[in-house]
């Protein structure tokens, strides 16, 4: 219900300028014409809700998951791109040229004077370039950080540009009530964005953290621990994730998502497993204890507190067991009496984690290179290997937690989804959505 509202209300703010201009009950102008302002409107407010997306609201996280928020806030974001690409060429019906006295609603001319386009073709220009680099971050192999600066700061460039060229060259939003509407909705933008460069950043500096152990788990992934300094931590459900920033300023933009692995139930102190992928991941071995930390976070929603559901089954590929093992604590400690299954897939096995809370449970050990001695399922966690696993009463009845490498938790979701379980019942976190 709570994600209905929400949908409601997003299609609400989005659409309200088509509708301020409706109501404004101005002379007719060509049908293509007004298809072509309503696209560059939409197109416009979509691009402002998506600072409001992507601006790491704890709340939104947890009820609708990070996941949900990530996917939707790209595929709009496409959406959008579409709607501003064909806005200009659906134009014709009218005559182009300057103001008129006589025409004071525009109905008789659209604008062709270039300082009222110029911010537009710029904007025009620079959009689709904005989103292919986006979409092509991780095959330009270019610094996640970088990439996140540029991000924010070429989406509040492309916002003024959008504004000037609005108000300038809009026909409907020459009307003070629109126009407000919009400076509105761009200084909302402005606020999301703030919230993260500088608000947040502000908070996270008076409630530091320190790195208490660091230590290597597997060839490539490494266990940290930290703990509070002056304060008394986070609440967080088991599951949940943050977004980590070590050894640099807490307005730095060096700062990483990656899940807890410890339960709440373990006190202040946070436990992390992370493999060495990207820039900083790599640099895990100059860590030492005393390291200085912040932390923005809890988000996510891999959380089944609160959840019904007969059993749980959680499904991890590589580091996405990181979450499932504070979530196996935290049901341990709480006396959560429900069956628990893990399948925990890896390519090799010396990547499996040493662990003793893998020792307690139905754990399911799948490589997809294995030794040959290997005992355990071998290939990937595809849905042969699940339907070995879990019957279709399972499938219908029980919790399905998933994290780890896109393919697989694709493979996963669309396999239980065939099966019957309910998309209530699928919980899944990642990082990757390209």
């Known amino acids: 219900m709570q994600s209905v509202i929400l949908i409601l209300f997003y299609l609400v703010i989005v659409l309200m300028p088509l509708c301020l201009s409706w109501a404004l009950d101005w002379p007719p102008r060509p049908l293509l014409d007004d298809i072509a302002s309503g696209l560059g409107m939409v197109a416009f407010a979509i ?146 964005l703030l919230n993260i460069y500088v608000f947040q950043p502000l908070r996270q500096s008076t409630r530091p953290w320190k790195v208490t152990a ?34 640099h300023s807490a307005f730095s933009h060096y700062e990483n998502p990656f899940s807890i692995s410890s339960a709440p139930v373990d ?9 060495e992928l990207g820039d900083f991941t790599r640099t895990l071995d100059q860590v030492s204890p005393g390291t200085h930390a912040y932390i923005d976070g809890p988000y996510g929603n891999l959380i089944i507190e609160g959840r019904t559901a007969q059993g749980v089954a959680l499904i991890a590929g590589g580091v996405g067991i990181a979450p499932m093992l504070g979530i196996l604590r935290q049901m341990r400690a709480t006396g959560d009496k429900r069956p628990i299954k893990l399948i925990y897939g890896n390519r090799l096995q010396e990547q499996i984690i040493p662990s003793e809370d893998l020792s307690h449970e139905d754990v399911v050990y799948v490589l997809s ?63 990757t959505y390209d």
């Open 47 to 192: 691009i402002l809700t998506e600072f409001v997306l992507s601006g790491r609201f704890k709340r939104l996280s947890k009820r609708i998951g990070m996941d949900v928020i990530q996917r939707f806030h790209q595929l709009i974001a496409r959406t959008a791109l579409a709607f501003a690409l064909l806005h200009p060429f659906m134009f014709g019906g009218t005559p182009s040229g300057g103001h008129r006295p006589w025409d004071p609603t525009r109905a008789l001319t659209v604008t062709s004077e270039f300082s009222d386009l110029a911010s537009g073709i710029v904007a025009y220009l620079l959009f689709p370039t904005f989103v292919l680099l986006a979409i092509a971050r991780t095959q330009l192999d270019y610094k996640y950080e970088t990439w996140r600066l540029m991000h924010g700061i070429g989406s509040l460039l492309i916002a003024f540009l959008l504004l000037d060229h609005t108000i300038r060259a809009g026909r409907y939003s020459a009307d003070p009530t629109i126009m407000w509407f919009w400076v509105a909705m761009t200084g909302t933008a402005v606020a999301a």
């Open 267 to 275: 006190g202040k102190e946070l436990t992390f497993v992370i493999k």
């Open 214 to 247: 660091i230590k290597r788990l597997t060839p490539f992934q490494w266990q940290l621990k930290l703990a509070p300094t002056g304060h008394n931590g986070i609440t967080y459900d088991a599951g949940q994730f943050v977004w980590l920033n070590i050894g």
């Open 369 to 431: 290179e294995p030794p040959e001695d290997w005992a355990g399922e071998t290939g990937r966690i595809d849905p042969a290997l699940l339907e070995r696993h879990f019957s279709p009463e399972i499938c219908q009845t029980w919790l399905f937690v998933l994290c780890g490498p896109p393919a697989m938790m694709d493979a996963v979701e669309d396999h239980l989804l065939s099966k019957g379980t309910p998309s209530s019942n699928i919980l899944s976190e990642r990082f």
